[in-house]
């Protein structure tokens, strides 16, 4: 088995501690009566966090750094989102995580983490994970060890903090035919988001780090969406997300429109974006650009400039139609590799720099982009997505949402046409294992 911490892109084969709680305010024994002239209101004191469970994780208050969602006004031009996340995040030898924590940072952007539940369990206690239709202890992507968990937990404690979601990528990341997330029923699904709550509700129990700072949420509370391992088995998480009241869902093929609901969760799926140069469009995703570029992860060195370059000219392309046309948001997903070089790492880095820092941009996290579709009039929203791709409303935004109820609404059924090539990429060449991690087992 691989390390956990060595996340191994099997994405779509798609051609193409803690903070304390802000108490009520005091007034120091020789300060000034709170009102008076010149008086300075005293700091709200800290209070400890409530512990959940073993401990790993805590109730600390409202997660700060969160969009206010406002409903649109008559003739309003909508904001334009940008989701920007991440499957299978951890922390491992490349620092990737912590690295995008601060770009983040810089350039005013939340983001959402997709946790892995075996990144927080160790080997020893692999057993602990009954995958469906698998052995227990079987993971396609290892498991992880103390000193993994504790850089992984350090990074989930800063993320949300600073604003950012914490999600789900599930566990074993099984593929394919063979047992694989697509052959899954509602039942297994969620046997299987049951487990990935549990291995981060007892990390401290299951790893011995007990002296480790708690996680700063309730991931009963927190874990509100999720990536499906390879953007397989849509169809029955949805139904088993629905009935255990997920909110969103992004494990799909979307065109760059605005999203609707299923079985009340958000379709907030990856979008087909242009490939600079090509004549298809591939999914919004570093490894379907990787498929599509070298079909491996060791490429030619001499063209991971120029691939970096394509991926990144792709997503701001797909930034510019929306931005200028129908402001449907845009949906971007990532893993924290160094395929080719770095080279998609780079150009996401770019494209945050890009497109981040524009006027009316808000670049978050899937759960505040639900919050505000939550917050819209049905209506508004309908007529929203009569707009087509990169399509300005005719007679400018003022003209087009002020009439309440469009004459349709809905957006068409029929699945969005994939790129033409390659039709069936290979497997990419397994990675190499970073220094200090457990090498791949039969």
């Not at 803690?18 to 020789?30: F, H, I, Q």
């Amino acid at each position: 088995m691989k390390s956990a911490v060595q996340r191994v892109a099997v994405g779509a084969a798609v051609t193409a501690l803690v903070a304390g709680v802000a108490g009520c305010s005091v007034v120091g024994k020789d300060a000034q009566q709170e009102g008076a002239p010149g008086a300075k209101k005293a700091a709200a004191p800290k209070l400890a966090p409530r512990l959940i469970g073993d401990g790993s994780t805590a109730y600390t208050g409202v997660q700060p750094a969160q969009l206010k969602p406002e409903r649109l006004k008559a003739g309003e031009k909508p904001p334009q989102f940008v989701v920007f996340s991440w499957d299978g995040a951890g922390e491992d030898s490349q620092k990737l995580f912590s690295h995008f924590r601060k770009v983040g940072k810089k350039y005013n952007a939340t983001m959402t983490y997709f946790l892995s539940g075996v990144y927080l369990l160790p080997e020893a206690k692999s057993s602990l994970y009954l995958p469906p239709q698998h052995s227990a202890g079987r993971s396609d992507i290892g498991f992880n060890d103390a000193e993994g968990i504790r850089d992984t937990v350090r990074e989930l404690r800063g993320a949300w903090l600073e604003g950012n979601e914490v999600g789900t990528h599930f566990n074993g990341h099984f593929c394919g035919a063979d047992g694989g997330v697509g052959t899954w029923s509602v039942d297994e699904w969620k046997s299987e988001i049951s487990q990935a709550k549990s291995f981060v509700k007892n990390w401290k129990t299951n790893s011995g780090l007990t002296a480790e700072q708690p996680l700063p949420f309730d991931y009963e509370k927190e874990m509100v969406g999720a990536r499906t391992p390879c953007l397989e088995g849509q169809k029955n998480f949805v139904r088993a997300a629905s009935e255990l009241g997920l909110r969103y869902d992004t494990s799909g093929v979307n065109d760059q429109i605005w999203p609707e609901k299923e079985l009340n969760v958000w379709d907030l799926s990856l979008q087909l974006v242009p490939v600079p140069g090509r004549d298809f469009e591939t999914l919004s995703m570093d490894y379907n650009f990787m498929v599509n570029q070298s079909g491996t992860v060791k490429g030619d060195p001499a063209s991971h400039t120029y691939w970096g370059n394509q991926m990144r000219d792709g997503l701001v392309q797909a930034f510019d139609r929306a931005y200028e046309g129908n402001r449907a948001p845009l949906i971007i997903g990532n893993h924290f590799e160094s395929w080719n070089g770095g080279t998609y790492m780079r150009a996401i880095e770019e494209t945050i720099a890009t497109v981040c820092v524009q006027k009316d941009v808000k670049c978050v996290s899937f759960k505040q982009l639900a919050d505000w579709l939550d917050a819209q009039d049905p209506a508004v929203l309908a007529k929203l997505r009569t707009l087509k791709v990169g399509e300005e409303p005719k007679g400018g935004w003022a003209t087009y949402l002020t009439a309440a109820q469009p004459a349709k609404s809905g957006r068409e059924k029929a699945k969005p046409v994939k790129p033409a090539a390659p039709a069936e990429p290979a497997k990419p060449a397994a990675p190499v294992v970073p220094a200090g991690k457990p090498a791949e087992k039969d």
